[in-house]
């Protein structure tokens, strides 16, 4: 996933470079921690700016939850 991040934040990648690419997040967090998901949203909002379409809302697991994830 490093290879893959550092490639999504490269500046030169024009806005719609992902227009063909539709996808999905979900992140396995724990909301006791003060960067809750934050992966989850970064990565589903840089998708979302290079062109991407997202299928799903992105979710967002917290073990805090009754159920946990």
Known sequence: MQNTWKFLLRADLPAGSLKNLNFAVFGLGDSSYELFNAMAIKATKRLLDLGAA????????????DFEY
């Open 54 to 65: 997202m299928v799903l809302e992105t979710g967002l697991g917290d073990y805090q939850h």
